[in-house]
């Protein structure tokens, strides 16, 4: 676990839970199932609903999309009331500006969403594999015994519908026949049931060539703002310029 990435978590507690549950809403919109929902966790998915991986490109995009938008909106409309009168025009005294205390809140409210506001980095991994990716070995691995398995229950239901042609041809009608055939449909039908029930075994789609050109400059700019969340930069840079105009202007 990245101690840096945990601090800048620690210090912009509000903008990392409110995170965590715009991503607990996207989930549900699209159908995630969310396995976790400590917020706040003093671990890896710290600010973060952990989930279900998407297995689409539509579904991922949607989810590094939609959490964040929101959480933007929210940041830019807090740094825009306060930012003005104490980044820009200096106004940073009691008599100066009544509203002081409130716009400096503001202020630190809107930069722990703003520094908040992109996917967390394995959800960005993920949907970029899907965009330019492959399936894993071990995902190509399930598909062919996926493969294999309906190959072999298409093949038995072929059979059993055979045999079953070849007994009613055979048959002559009498009472006792009929209800033993009946026993052996009620029998063919549940097994037919049991055969029916696919293992879960989902696999995931993959972006087509114009979904990867026209989406191409959102996508990288999801990783690109993972990476810096994850690392912290992008927290740790917005604090020291945010502490330098305060201090020296």
């Not at 969310?34 to 689409?56: I, K, L, N, Q, W």
């Not at 008599?95 to 630190?108: F, G, I």
């Not at 009498?174 to 449909?185: N, P, Q, S, W």
Request: one cysteine or more; glycine letters at 8%.
């Amino acid at each position: 676990m990245n101690s840096i990435y945990l601090l800048t978590k620690i210090l912009g507690y509000p903008g990392a839970f409110m995170k965590g549950f715009w991503e607990h809403l996207a989930c549900n919109a699209l159908g995630l199932r969310v396995t976790d929902r400590h917020y706040m966790a003093a671990s890896e998915f710290c600010g973060h609903a952990a989930h279900t991986p998407a297995m689409t490109p539509a579904k991922a995009f949607l989810l590094s999309l939609l959490p964040y938008t929101a959480q933007r909106i929210l940041g830019w409309i807090f740094l825009g009331l306060s930012a003005p009168p104490l980044l820009l025009f200096g106004m940073r005294t009691q008599e100066d500006n009544p509203l002081l205390l409130l716009e400096y809140v503001a202020l630190y409210l809107g930069l722990c969403l703003l520094c908040n506001s992109f996917p967390q980095w394995e959800d960005a991994k993920r949907h970029w594999r899907l965009f330019y990716g492959g399936p894993t070995p071990e995902e190509e691995q399930a598909m062919l015994e996926y493969s294999e398995i309906l190959l072999a229950t298409y093949d038995t239901a072929e059979d059993e519908a055979q045999e079953e042609a070849e007994e009613d041809a055979g048959e002559d009608g009498g009472g006792e026949d009929d209800e033993a055939d009946d026993e052996e449909d009620e029998e063919d039908e549940d097994e037919d049931d049991d055969e029916e029930d696919d293992p879960d075994l989902p696999m995931p789609k993959f972006a087509g060539p114009l979904e990867k050109f026209l989406l191409a400059p959102c996508n990288a700019y999801f990783l690109a703002g993972a990476w810096l969340e994850k690392t912290g930069v992008s927290t740790l840079l917005a604090l020291v310029i945010t502490a330098a105009i305060l201090l020296l202007r």
